[in-house]
C-alpha cells in the first residue's frame, strides 16, 4: 500500500483511549498525529490535520459519533472514518453506514482487527463486525444505497488475507455469483462442469468462513471484490 497513514484518535475516557492506542501502537505503518476527547477538538483537529483515518469512539452524553461523521466529513473530506461502540445493534449499524462511516468494530470483540481495519478504509474499503454482515438481506440494502466507494483490487490484496488467498478464477465466479447465475450458467461462462464449479464456490465458503451463496455476495461488497455500480447494470 505505501506510505504511513496518519490517524486521529477520539475517546471520551482514558481507558478507551489506552485500548485504541495499544492496538495500533506497534504497526510501524501507523501514526498517531492525536489524540482527543471530546466533539470539538475533533473537530478542530481533523480540519487541521486532515488525517487519513478517524477512529472514533463516541457515544452519549454529547453527541453521537454518528452525527459527528457528516461534520467530519465537510471539514475533512479525504478522512475515512471507523466507529467502536458496546453493541452491534440494527439501528445503530445502519445509521453508521448511511452517514458514511466505514468501518463499524465493537470494542470487546475486534480490538485486535483495528489495524487491518485502519488499512482497509484508508483504501476506501468496508470493515464491518461479523455479527453486522451476516444479517447479509439488509446489508446489501445499506451498501447498494451508498455512494459506492470502490477500491483497486491489486492493492487491496495487500492488506485482507482472504482476499489475497482468492485466484482470479475464484474472484470471477464471485462475480458472477453476485449477477445471479446459476453454477451451469457459471460453467458456461468459464468453460468448466457444474460440478467443478461447486467445488470452487465451497473453497470459497471455507476461505472466508460464509455459508451460502448471499453471504458470499454480501462479503465481496464489502470487502471491494465487487462494484456495487455492478448491479445497475
Same mark, same amino acid.
Request: charged share 20%.
Given at each position: 500500500?505505501?506510505? @504511513?497513514?496518519?490517524?486521529?484518535?477520539?475517546?471520551?475516557?482514558?481507558?478507551?483511549?489506552?485500548? &485504541?492506542?495499544?492496538?495500533?501502537?506497534?504497526?510501524?505503518?501507523?501514526?498517531?498525529?492525536?489524540?482527543?476527547?471530546?466533539?470539538a477538538? $475533533?473537530?478542530?483537529?481533523?480540519?487541521?490535520?486532515?488525517?487519513?483515518v478517524?477512529?472514533?469512539?463516541?457515544?452519549?452524553?454529547?453527541?453521537?459519533?454518528? !452525527?459527528?461523521?457528516? &461534520?467530519?466529513?465537510?471539514?475533512?473530506?479525504? $478522512?475515512?472514518?471507523?466507529?467502536?461502540?458496546?453493541?452491534?445493534?440494527?439501528?445503530?449499524?445502519?445509521?453508521?453506514?448511511?452517514a458514511?462511516?466505514?468501518?463499524?468494530?465493537?470494542k470487546?470483540?475486534?480490538?485486535d482487527?483495528?489495524?487491518?481495519?485502519?488499512? $482497509?478504509?484508508?483504501?476506501?474499503?468496508?470493515?464491518?463486525?461479523?455479527?453486522?454482515?451476516k444479517?447479509?438481506?439488509?446489508?446489501i440494502?445499506?451498501?447498494?444505497?451508498?455512494?459506492?466507494?470502490?477500491?483497486?483490487?491489486?492493492? *487491496? /490484496?495487500?492488506?485482507?488475507?482472504? /482476499?489475497?488467498?482468492?485466484?482470479?478464477?475464484?474472484?470471477?465466479?464471485?462475480?458472477?455469483?453476485?449477477?445471479?447465475?446459476?453454477?451451469?450458467?457459471?460453467?458456461?461462462?468459464?468453460?468448466?462442469?457444474?460440478?467443478?464449479?461447486?467445488?470452487?464456490? @465451497?473453497v470459497?465458503?471455507?476461505k472466508?468462513?460464509?455459508?451460502?451463496? @448471499?453471504?458470499?455476495?454480501? *462479503?465481496?461488497?464489502? *470487502?471491494?471484490?465487487?462494484?456495487? !455500480?455492478?448491479?445497475?447494470?
Amino acid at each position: 500500500m505505501g506510505g @504511513t497513514i496518519n490517524i486521529l484518535v477520539t475517546a471520551r475516557n482514558d481507558k478507551e483511549q489506552k485500548n &485504541i492506542l495499544n492496538a495500533v501502537s506497534n504497526q510501524d505503518d501507523l501514526q498517531i498525529v492525536s489524540v482527543e476527547n471530546n466533539e470539538a477538538n $475533533t473537530v478542530i483537529k481533523s480540519e487541521q490535520l486532515k488525517p487519513d483515518v478517524l477512529i472514533m469512539d463516541l457515544q452519549p452524553p454529547g453527541i453521537d459519533g454518528i !452525527d459527528l461523521a457528516p &461534520i467530519i466529513h465537510r471539514k475533512s473530506p479525504s $478522512t475515512s472514518i471507523i466507529i467502536i461502540c458496546d453493541k452491534d445493534e440494527n439501528d445503530y449499524s445502519e445509521r453508521a453506514l448511511k452517514a458514511g462511516v466505514l468501518g463499524f468494530l465493537l470494542k470487546n470483540a475486534d480490538m485486535d482487527k483495528l489495524p487491518l481495519a485502519v488499512k $482497509t478504509v484508508k483504501l476506501g474499503g468496508y470493515f464491518i463486525n461479523d455479527s453486522f454482515i451476516k444479517r447479509t438481506l439488509n446489508f446489501i440494502t445499506y451498501i447498494k444505497q451508498l455512494s459506492g466507494q470502490v477500491i483497486n483490487m491489486e492493492n *487491496y /490484496c495487500h492488506i485482507h488475507e482472504n /482476499c489475497l488467498s482468492f485466484s482470479p478464477t475464484e474472484r470471477s465466479i464471485i462475480t458472477y455469483i453476485a449477477h445471479g447465475l446459476s453454477d451451469k450458467e457459471i460453467a458456461g461462462c468459464l468453460n468448466y462442469s457444474a460440478g467443478t464449479i461447486r467445488n470452487y464456490i @465451497t473453497v470459497i465458503k471455507r476461505k472466508a468462513k460464509l455459508k451460502n451463496r @448471499t453471504h458470499i455476495v454480501t *462479503y465481496s461488497l464489502v *470487502y471491494g471484490l465487487i462494484n456495487p !455500480d455492478q448491479f445497475n447494470k
